[in-house]
């Protein structure tokens, strides 16, 4: 992160612990403990507390109800955490879980403390038989609900990412020949975007190819072909973009493929104004497929999920079916657009993939109206 950005970072954080803070007094609780278990797993809810400076292997993140910030950080990190300067005390272990806990332990000491349920079991274990005071209240629900609402901060980072990947696009867009594989197509693009300061990928890039409005996939490029791209970059800060887009290569195609991106633009200039602070999930859901279907197509998946640090974020309504999506979306969630449409021919039978006929996805901040994240146009020239 530059310099800036680091600053701003700090700000955020500090907003952050003070509500965390402000939670455990409500509660008579004295610490606050997020882990982050295994190299492997990205925990949003620890990267969330500074993961984005100090994130390695094993170690945690502990808050006293004074406000006092604590680390424990493996071998490898200890260093970049201690010169962070964002914590009073800092403990270097090794990588084992074990030494983590009896760590944890000598900190906490007999205090009623709450560990993040993000943790596995065996941690959640491995604490309660050390002795650790663990009180039964819900952190991750907390912290789930800051993570929800994004911060200023939050969306600029969003912003810049989604910048980077356009920008990867353009490139990628103008280095496309006859011939190319999808997996050329994907090799490229994850290159510009690490050329254009994305620390990486948010995910696997999928590139899909149709031929004349076919759902049958091509393996290789041909003139008038559309390409369908679901991608995203990753910046220092671990925020992230997942986007998408359909275009022509080489030509518009024929007035067949020109109707139906018009559609696909109609579409999703419509429906973004069902997405709005209020509406549920399942609301904006029924009504996105009744555009679909006024616009004499099928609805193929979901419209949008929640965004943010993860790509889906495991809180707040998607747009979507389904109980755990009958919540009412709020002002500053952050979701992406993504409607699916099909041709109304395969209508009795399933489509072979989510995406349908074409992708076209964006980044929305919810708010009545939401409004697109970023400067990414929808239409493509020739």
Same mark, same amino acid.
Request: glycine share 8%; hydrophobic share 35%; proline share 2%.
């Given at each position: 992160?530059? +310099?800036?950005?680091?600053?701003?970072?700090?700000?955020?954080?500090? #907003?952050?612990?003070?509500?965390? &803070?402000?939670?455990?007094?409500?509660?008579?609780?004295?610490?606050?403990?997020?882990?982050?278990? +295994?190299?492997?797993?990205?925990?949003? /809810?620890?990267?969330?507390?500074?993961?984005?400076?100090?994130?390695?292997?094993?170690?945690?993140?502990?808050?006293?109800?004074?406000?006092?910030?604590?680390?424990?950080?493996?071998?490898?990190?200890?260093?970049?955490?201690?010169?962070?300067?964002?914590?009073? $005390?800092?403990?270097?272990?090794?990588?084992?879980?074990?030494?983590?806990? &009896?760590?944890?332990?000598?900190?906490?000491?007999?205090?009623?403390? &709450?560990?993040?349920?993000?943790?596995?079991?065996?941690?959640?274990?491995?604490?309660?038989? #050390?002795?650790?005071?663990?009180?039964?209240?819900?952190?991750?629900?907390?912290?789930?609900?800051?993570?929800?609402?994004?911060?200023?901060?939050?969306?600029?980072? =969003?912003?810049?990412?989604?910048?980077?990947?356009?920008? @990867?696009?353009?490139?990628?867009?103008?280095?496309?020949?006859?011939? =190319?594989?999808?997996?050329?197509?994907?090799?490229?693009?994850? $290159?510009?975007?690490?050329?254009?300061?994305?620390?990486?990928? #948010?995910?696997?890039?999928?590139?899909?190819?149709?031929?004349?409005?076919?759902?049958? +996939?091509?393996? $290789?490029?041909?003139?008038?072909?559309?390409?369908?791209?679901?991608?995203? @970059?990753?910046?220092?800060? =671990?925020?992230?973009?997942?986007?998408?887009?359909?275009? !022509?290569?080489?030509?518009?195609?024929?007035?067949?493929?020109?109707?139906? =991106?018009?559609?696909?633009?109609?579409?999703?200039?419509?429906?973004?104004?069902?997405?709005?602070?209020?509406?549920?999930?399942?609301?904006?859901?029924?009504?996105?497929?009744?555009?679909?279907?006024?616009?004499?197509?099928?609805?193929?998946?979901?419209?949008?999920?929640?965004?943010?640090?993860?790509?889906?974020? !495991?809180?707040?309504?998607?747009?979507?079916?389904? +109980?755990? /999506?009958?919540?009412?979306?709020?002002?500053? /969630?952050?979701?992406?657009?993504? !409607?699916?449409?099909?041709?109304?021919?395969?209508?009795?039978?399933?489509?072979? /993939?989510?995406?349908?006929?074409?992708?076209?996805?964006?980044?929305?901040?919810?708010?009545? !109206?939401?409004?697109?994240?970023?400067?990414?146009?929808?239409?493509?020239?020739?």
């Amino acid at each position: 992160m530059t +310099e800036k950005t680091i600053d701003r970072y700090r700000v955020e954080l500090d #907003s952050r612990f003070g509500r965390l &803070v402000e939670w455990l007094n409500e509660y008579d609780l004295e610490y606050a403990v997020i882990l982050k278990e +295994e190299i492997e797993v990205l925990s949003g /809810n620890y990267l969330y507390y500074g993961g984005a400076l100090t994130s390695g292997e094993y170690g945690a993140v502990i808050v006293d109800s004074s406000g006092e910030r604590s680390a424990i950080a493996h071998e490898y990190s200890f260093e970049k955490v201690k010169k962070s300067e964002l914590y009073s $005390k800092v403990f270097e272990i090794r990588q084992s879980i074990e030494e983590l806990i &009896v760590t944890l332990r000598r900190l906490v000491k007999d205090s009623n403390t &709450v560990i993040d349920s993000s943790a596995t079991q065996n941690a959640t274990n491995l604490a309660k038989a #050390s002795g650790i005071r663990i009180v039964d209240k819900n952190l991750r629900e907390f912290v789930f609900s800051q993570r929800a609402m994004k911060s200023e901060f939050e969306v600029h980072e =969003m912003e810049r990412a989604i910048g980077i990947s356009k920008k @990867a696009l353009d490139k990628t867009i103008h280095s496309l020949e006859s011939g =190319m594989t999808t997996e050329d197509i994907s090799r490229a693009l994850d $290159k510009n975007i690490l050329e254009e300061g994305g620390i990486g990928t #948010s995910f696997g890039t999928d590139v899909r190819i149709r031929r004349n409005l076919s759902e049958v +996939e091509m393996r $290789k490029l041909a003139k008038g072909d559309l390409v369908l791209i679901d991608f995203g @970059a990753r910046l220092s800060s =671990m925020y992230l973009s997942d986007v998408g887009r359909t275009f !022509p290569f080489s030509s518009s195609g024929d007035y067949k493929t020109r109707d139906f =991106m018009n559609d696909v633009y109609s579409i999703k200039r419509v429906g973004l104004k069902k997405i709005a602070s209020g509406n549920t999930g399942n609301q904006i859901r029924a009504e996105i497929d009744q555009i679909i279907r006024e616009h004499g197509y099928d609805s193929t998946h979901r419209p949008g999920h929640q965004i943010g640090l993860n790509v889906h974020e !495991p809180f707040g309504p998607a747009l979507a079916y389904g +109980e755990e /999506n009958s919540a009412q979306l709020r002002k500053d /969630n952050v979701v992406t657009w993504e !409607p699916g449409i099909g041709l109304v021919k395969n209508r009795g039978r399933l489509y072979k /993939n989510r995406f349908g006929m074409a992708h076209m996805e964006d980044m929305v901040l919810v708010g009545n !109206p939401s409004k697109v994240l970023g400067n990414f146009k929808l239409e493509f020239s020739d």
